[in-house]
């Protein structure tokens, strides 16, 4: 259990958020700074890889009058040496900073770098961190936040940018080849981008990447039902079963009874208490292959599934004892990780517009701006499955159910419940049809995002020589880690295959200035 307890502690800086769909949010997973030295490959010292640099970035790329605002950037050219690529990174939906190790070789960046002879930069997006054109989170601001503005900012950044390196004023697009990687969220924009901005980027690698906006998104927990142990999935379904069949027999005073199982009595609405139930499964989304027993999501599976000492068989132990052993969890462990000292209504309720967590406009707020997105342009509301296949999560949760919160969110864009323009989205940087060339897509058999990538079931996508498509047995990301390769020989596959393509396509390239 102490493995458990200091994963919660790390993970308490995401804890009471009420909207779940923000708790599974398709980020980066994070790497620890290395903290050592650097140098140039003629031995000079370098500036620490945790020195921020600014650029000067258009506010709105439809009207450059507005003027500019600061955008963070981190650099690391340990392994440039002149006519190498200029790789070029966002983390996408998160404070870039303590991202830093993008751009070293404990990635696939700093691999590409280093065997191309290239250097790596990590660039903050718009409306997150400390990269903001205006200093709040209004509705009003973040009229500036979307897809095209931040595909803009690449491109502008690109073509603008003098490096802080030796001859930094002398790589742009045309004198030097660039590549852009991305993963999850950040993924997706770097295929969008290479649709939108056609030979601005050489080349490109995307990992996990969600090219496909799609609003009603159950396909998040296909891949978790069916790669998590059969005995905690069949329990889990035999809970949420219960659950929608009182729902759908209005027995309010079974489901007030079920509530109470879990400590959450307190909790008012049924669906911010099906809601709630979907958090454990959340936990998937932080595995890697390196991961031990002692994550949390395995403790929780532990938790239904050992009884006495001993395993359940694949069917479960039931639903007795699911409702039991579930609940106890909640109340001994996993209550005080997800409300710290909170009642259960104020860190799961939704229904409360006057919480600061709606009404928050500063700056530096991952969870508000993401939200924006999302009610957009990208969806991905995180609900239970249609009618007919097995549900891990409950029905109850349909698009309107976040598509509420996005009144409470942003009252001043939003008169009534949006939906997200996805169709839009897809339609205008291709979805799962894009084809363009010398974009490297890597995804894993375990990530919850698998759905929404070029590896969703059922796309039978080609994998070619132009456009390549691999997929390891990882988890979200996972072969954007190095440390991953060494663990699980199928992403290390991925990965040589990502720097053999790098490799011949960097060959192909010639200056055009």
């Known amino acids: 259990m102490w493995a458990l307890a200091s994963l919660l502690l790390a993970g308490l800086a995401r804890a009471a958020i009420p909207n779940a769909m923000l708790r599974g949010i398709p980020s980066l997973p994070k790497l620890p700074v290395p903290e050592r030295s650097i140098t140039s490959p003629n031995g000079t010292a370098l500036p620490p890889i945790t020195t921020v640099y600014y650029f000067d970035q258009l506010i709105d790329h439809n009207n450059p009058d507005l003027g500019t605002f600061q955008q963070r950037y981190w650099m690391n050219w340990e392994f440039y040496e002149p006519g190498g690529p200029i790789i070029l990174m966002t983390p996408g939906e998160a404070d870039a900073d303590g991202y830093e190790a993008y751009t070293t070789n404990e990635t696939i960046n700093g691999l590409i770098a280093q065997q191309q002879n290239g250097a790596a930069i990590l660039i903050e997006h718009r409306f997150f961190g400390y990269s903001n054109p205006y200093d709040n989170l209004t509705s009003q601001s973040l009229a500036l936040l979307t897809i095209q503005q931040a595909i803009d900012d690449l491109e502008y950044f690109a073509n603008n940018a003098d490096l802080p390196m030796p001859g930094g004023d002398a790589v742009k697009p045309g004198q030097a080849p660039w590549i852009l990687i991305g993963g999850s969220y950040s993924g997706a924009l770097t295929g969008w981008t290479m649709v939108n901005k056609p030979e601005l980027f050489w080349a490109a690698?995307?990992?996990?990447?969600?090219?496909?906006?799609?609003?009603?998104?159950?396909?998040y927990f296909t891949p978790i039902r069916e790669y998590m142990p059969q005995n905690c999935s069949s329990d889990v379904e035999a809970v949420i079963a219960y659950l929608d069949g009182m729902y759908a027999a209005n027995d309010t005073t079974g489901i007030q009874t079920l509530k109470e199982a879990f400590g959450l009595g307190d909790v008012v609405h049924v669906d911010d208490f099906a809601t709630a139930l979907q958090y454990n499964l959340f936990d998937w989304q932080s595995l890697q292959p390196d991961v031990g027993p002692g994550a949390a999501f395995f403790e929780f599976c532990d938790a239904l599934e050992v009884k006495d000492g001993v395993n359940a068989g694949p069917e479960g132990w039931g639903l007795e004892n699911a409702i039991y052993s579930w609940g106890n969890f909640w109340n001994t462990t996993y209550y005080s990780y997800v409300c710290g000292n909170e009642d259960a209504e104020t860190c799961l309720g939704t229904y409360d517009t006057s919480q600061s967590y709606w009404t928050n406009v500063t700056v530096n707020n991952a969870n508000r701006s993401w939200f924006w997105m999302v009610c957009n342009q990208v969806g991905?509301?995180?609900?239970?499955?249609?009618?007919?296949?097995?549900?891990?999560?409950?029905?109850?949760?349909?698009?309107?159910?976040?598509?509420?919160?996005?009144?409470?969110?942003?009252?001043?864009?939003?008169?009534?419940?949006?939906?997200?323009?996805?169709?839009?989205?897809?339609?205008?940087?291709?979805?799962?049809?894009?084809?363009?060339?010398?974009?490297?897509?890597?995804?894993?058999?375990?990530?919850?995002?698998?759905?929404?990538?070029?590896?969703?079931?059922?796309?039978?996508?080609?994998?070619?020589?132009s456009m390549p498509i691999y997929e390891g047995d990882g988890f979200h990301c996972s072969d954007l880690i190095v440390e991953n390769a060494i663990v699980d020989s199928t992403i290390a596959v991925v990965q040589e295959a990502g720097l053999m393509y790098m490799k011949e396509w960097l060959a192909e390239w010639t200056p055009s200035t």
């Open 205 to 219: 690698y995307a990992s996990s990447a969600v090219v496909e906006a799609i609003t009603d998104y159950y396909g």
């Open 380 to 465: 991905w509301y995180q609900v239970g499955p249609p009618e007919g296949q097995p549900a891990i999560v409950s029905r109850i949760l349909q698009p309107i159910y976040e598509e509420r919160q996005c009144v409470n969110m942003f009252p001043q864009a939003f008169a009534y419940p949006p939906e997200p323009t996805t169709a839009q989205t897809d339609m205008m940087y291709d979805g799962w049809n894009l084809n363009v060339p010398r974009l490297f897509f890597a995804n894993g058999l375990r990530d919850p995002w698998r759905e929404a990538t070029v590896s969703a079931d059922g796309l039978f996508k080609a994998n070619t020589t």
